[in-house]
Nanobody
Framework: VQLQASGGGLVQTGGSLRLSCAAS????????RAWFRQAPGQERESVAR???????YYADSVKGRFSISRDIRKNALYLQMNNLKPEDTAVYYC??????????WGQGTLVTVSS
Protein backbone atom coordinates (compact mmCIF):
# COMPACT_ATOMS: atom_id res chain seq x y z
CA VAL A 1 0.00 0.00 0.00
CA GLN A 2 1.28 3.46 -0.89
CA LEU A 3 0.12 6.54 1.01
CA GLN A 4 0.30 10.19 0.04
CA ALA A 5 -0.52 12.81 2.68
CA SER A 6 -1.33 16.42 1.91
CA GLY A 7 -2.96 19.50 3.37
CA GLY A 8 -0.36 20.71 5.82
CA GLY A 9 0.69 24.31 6.08
CA LEU A 10 1.08 27.36 8.28
CA VAL A 11 -1.89 28.47 10.35
CA GLN A 12 -2.43 30.79 13.27
CA THR A 13 -3.49 29.64 16.72
CA GLY A 14 -7.19 28.85 16.68
CA GLY A 15 -7.22 28.11 12.98
CA SER A 16 -8.17 24.97 11.12
CA LEU A 17 -6.62 22.62 8.61
CA ARG A 18 -7.81 19.48 6.89
CA LEU A 19 -5.28 16.80 6.10
CA SER A 20 -5.90 14.22 3.41
CA CYS A 21 -4.26 10.89 2.72
CA ALA A 22 -4.69 9.01 -0.53
CA ALA A 23 -4.07 5.28 -0.53
CA SER A 24 -3.18 3.20 -3.57
CA UNK A 25 -2.07 -0.32 -4.27
CA UNK A 26 -3.51 -3.31 -2.41
CA UNK A 27 -6.00 -1.24 -0.40
CA UNK A 28 -8.48 -4.10 -0.05
CA UNK A 29 -6.33 -5.48 2.75
CA UNK A 30 -6.53 -2.39 4.94
CA UNK A 31 -7.76 -3.17 8.44
CA UNK A 32 -7.46 0.21 10.15
CA ARG A 33 -6.27 3.74 9.40
CA ALA A 34 -4.57 6.29 11.57
CA TRP A 35 -2.82 9.62 11.86
CA PHE A 36 0.40 10.07 13.79
CA ARG A 37 2.56 13.12 14.35
CA GLN A 38 6.14 13.86 15.27
CA ALA A 39 7.24 17.18 16.68
CA PRO A 40 10.88 18.27 16.51
CA GLY A 41 12.98 16.37 19.03
CA GLN A 42 10.08 14.17 20.07
CA GLU A 43 8.96 10.64 19.33
CA ARG A 44 6.16 9.89 16.91
CA GLU A 45 2.81 9.76 18.67
CA SER A 46 -0.64 8.51 17.76
CA VAL A 47 -3.18 11.25 17.08
CA ALA A 48 -6.29 9.47 15.86
CA ARG A 49 -7.35 6.10 14.54
CA UNK A 50 -10.38 4.67 12.80
CA UNK A 51 -11.07 0.96 12.82
CA UNK A 52 -12.46 -1.15 10.03
CA UNK A 53 -15.87 -0.82 11.61
CA UNK A 54 -15.63 2.95 11.77
CA UNK A 55 -14.90 3.27 15.48
CA UNK A 56 -12.68 6.24 16.21
CA TYR A 57 -10.01 6.80 18.86
CA TYR A 58 -8.26 10.04 19.75
CA ALA A 59 -5.30 11.10 21.82
CA ASP A 60 -6.43 13.06 24.84
CA SER A 61 -4.56 16.11 23.60
CA VAL A 62 -6.74 16.39 20.48
CA LYS A 63 -10.15 15.18 21.68
CA GLY A 64 -12.88 17.63 20.82
CA ARG A 65 -10.67 19.46 18.31
CA PHE A 66 -9.66 16.85 15.73
CA SER A 67 -11.88 14.54 13.73
CA ILE A 68 -10.75 11.53 11.70
CA SER A 69 -12.83 10.26 8.82
CA ARG A 70 -12.48 8.08 5.75
CA ASP A 71 -13.96 7.56 2.33
CA ILE A 72 -13.46 3.90 1.51
CA ARG A 73 -14.68 4.30 -2.08
CA LYS A 74 -12.02 6.91 -2.68
CA ASN A 75 -9.39 5.13 -0.54
CA ALA A 76 -9.02 8.39 1.34
CA LEU A 77 -8.38 9.28 4.95
CA TYR A 78 -8.92 12.71 6.46
CA LEU A 79 -8.04 14.60 9.61
CA GLN A 80 -10.03 17.75 10.33
CA MET A 81 -8.10 19.84 12.81
CA ASN A 82 -9.85 22.75 14.53
CA ASN A 83 -8.78 25.20 17.21
CA LEU A 84 -5.15 24.46 16.47
CA LYS A 85 -2.53 25.23 19.09
CA PRO A 86 1.23 25.81 18.79
CA GLU A 87 1.81 22.42 20.44
CA ASP A 88 0.09 20.79 17.46
CA THR A 89 3.06 21.79 15.31
CA ALA A 90 4.53 18.60 13.88
CA VAL A 91 4.93 16.47 10.81
CA TYR A 92 1.73 14.49 10.42
CA TYR A 93 1.81 10.98 8.98
CA CYS A 94 -0.99 8.81 7.78
CA UNK A 95 -0.73 5.10 8.34
CA UNK A 96 -2.75 2.01 7.53
CA UNK A 97 -2.53 -1.47 8.97
CA UNK A 98 -2.98 -4.52 6.82
CA UNK A 99 -3.23 -8.23 7.59
CA UNK A 100 -0.35 -9.56 9.64
CA UNK A 101 -0.22 -6.28 11.59
CA UNK A 102 1.85 -4.65 8.89
CA UNK A 103 1.91 -0.87 9.10
CA UNK A 104 2.36 1.28 6.02
CA TRP A 105 3.35 4.92 6.20
CA GLY A 106 3.01 8.00 4.06
CA GLN A 107 5.74 10.61 3.67
CA GLY A 108 4.30 13.13 6.12
CA THR A 109 2.97 16.65 5.82
CA LEU A 110 4.15 19.56 7.96
CA VAL A 111 1.70 21.49 10.11
CA THR A 112 2.97 24.69 11.71
CA VAL A 113 0.81 26.62 14.15
CA SER A 114 2.00 30.12 14.93
CA SER A 115 1.26 31.79 18.26
Amino acid sequence: VQLQASGGGLVQTGGSLRLSCAASGRTSGIISRAWFRQAPGQERESVARISGGGVTYYADSVKGRFSISRDIRKNALYLQMNNLKPEDTAVYYCSVRTAGSIDHWGQGTLVTVSS
